[in-house]
Each structure stands twice: as structure tokens, then as C-alpha cells.
T-cell receptor
Framework: AQSVSQHNHHVILSEAASLELGCNYSYGGTVNLFWYVQYPGQHLQLLLK??????LVKGIKGFEAEFIKSKFSFNLRKPSVQWSDTAEYFC?????????????FGQGTELSVKP | EAGVTQFPSHSVIEKGQTVTLRCDPI?????LYWYRRVMGKEIKFLLHFVKESKQDESGMPNNRFLAERTGGTYSTLKVQPAELEDSGVYFC???????????FGSGTRLTVV
């Protein structure tokens, strides 16, 4: 079945460590890609999105993601995490067949940053 | 601007009862989406409104779920009768354009006991 996969369910890092969260999808054709974050007790927020153009996308709070079409991947990165980055991160794809804006989400990755 | 508002934030009901969740989108956002996250699994699409019309309801689990969007403004999602497996967090999101990123509400945590 077509899907979105996030490789890690729970990642634990120390402050200042580098972060890379994996996301792979299985849809062919043109997709729109998103990373959302949910901080404890808050709503889902858009971190960044890719529709077209430069495959290296910069988002809020120092996050970036790289779209690699040949690998069907859209990994999220941050060079140096902070304790405040503790949250759950969701990769999402808008499949090419869907014109309505429906998103397919990955399972989520919980990030814990130790001070 | 005000965000997407959902209420209640939490609801605990007994199996067989009825619950109605409400979502107020950002004013002017024609697109309104409902999603659900059950038991720490992935967030799954339920349905999509464009104004008052259902554009896509392919994710609705069964006919115990009924969604409406009165006059293209707020939306309600009714579960009747509720079953244990309906427990989860129900998210609402809105966007001005279907190709735009969504703004999500804080979600309603539904627990069916």
C-alpha cells in the first residue's frame, strides 16, 4: 500500500547535537511534502513545506529538509537542537492523485532533547 | 488572526452515547479538514469540506460518523453511537486554498469507556 514512513519512533538527543529525522514515501509522480511539529500541549504547526523548486527547503526555528526525488525521501534536519525542540514531528505527503488537499501522515517521531 | 478552534478539548463518554465535536475554522478559509489519531498511530484523514459541501469523505470510518458544515462556517462531527475504538484525538484544520499548508486546531481528545 502507498504510504509515508518515518524511520524512528523516538529519538533522544543531548542539546547541541545534530538532528536528522527520516521520511520516505511511496507515491510516484509529483507530490507536495510537509513537516509538522506538535510541541507538548500545543497544536500541530507547519515547520516547512516543499512544492517545487530548490529541493533544500528552509523552515522555521532553524529546521530544513531536503527532497531527494530518486530516494522518495524528505528528511528533516537541524544542525544543533535545543531543549525547546522536544516535540513530536510528523512528515506528511499530499499525493499526486488527490486534488483536494488531503494529507497522508507518517507515524510521527517523538524527539526528546536532554538539557 | 484567530486560529482554528476546537471544542471540547476533552470528552469522556460511555460506549453507546453520542458525542458532537465542533470546529471553528479561520474566518474566510473555505477548506476544512477533519483528521483523527488513534492510540499513537498515524494521523488519518477523515473528510474535507469546501465551504458547506463535502469534497472528500473517503476517510470516514463508518456510518456512525456524521459531519456537517453549516453555511460553510463551523463544522461538527457527530459520533453516534460511540464505540471504544473511536477513542483518539480528533483534529480539525483549515486552509484558504487546497494547495496551501493547513492551520490545525488543538484537537479534541475523545475517550470512550
Amino acid at each position: 500500500a502507498q504510504s509515508v514512513s518515518q524511520h524512528n519512533h523516538h529519538v533522544i538527543l543531548s542539546e547541541a547535537a545534530s538532528l536528522e529525522l527520516g521520511c520516505n514515501y511511496s507515491y510516484g509522480g509529483t507530490v507536495n511534502l510537509f513537516w509538522y511539529v506538535q510541541y507538548p500541549g500545543q497544536h500541530l504547526q507547519l515547520l516547512l513545506k516543499y512544492f517545487s523548486g530548490d529541493p533544500l527547503v528552509k523552515g522555521i526555528k532553524g529546521f530544513e529538509a531536503e527532497f531527494i526525488k530518486s530516494k522518495f525521501s524528505f528528511n528533516l534536519r537541524k544542525p544543533s537542537v535545543q531543549w525547546s525542540d522536544t516535540a513530536e514531528y510528523f512528515c506528511a505527503v499530499k499525493p499526486p492523485y488527490n486534488q483536494g488537499g488531503k494529507l497522508i501522515f507518517g507515524q510521527g517521531t517523538e524527539l526528546s532533547v536532554k538539557p | 488572526e484567530a486560529g482554528v478552534t476546537q471544542f471540547p478539548s476533552h470528552s469522556v463518554i460511555e460506549k453507546g452515547q453520542t458525542v458532537t465535536l465542533r470546529c471553528d475554522p479561520i474566518s474566510g478559509h473555505d477548506n476544512l479538514y477533519w483528521y483523527r489519531r488513534v492510540m499513537g498511530k498515524e494521523i488519518k484523514f477523515l473528510l474535507h469540506f469546501v465551504k458547506e459541501s463535502k469534497q472528500d469523505e473517503s476517510g470516514m470510518p463508518n456510518n456512525r460518523f456524521l459531519a456537517e458544515r453549516t453555511g460553510g462556517t463551523y463544522s461538527t462531527l457527530k459520533v453516534q453511537p460511540a464505540e471504544l475504538e473511536d477513542s483518539g484525538v480528533y483534529f480539525c484544520a483549515s486552509s484558504p486554498d487546497r494547495d496551501y499548508g493547513y492551520t490545525f486546531g488543538s484537537g479534541t481528545r475523545l475517550t470512550v469507556v
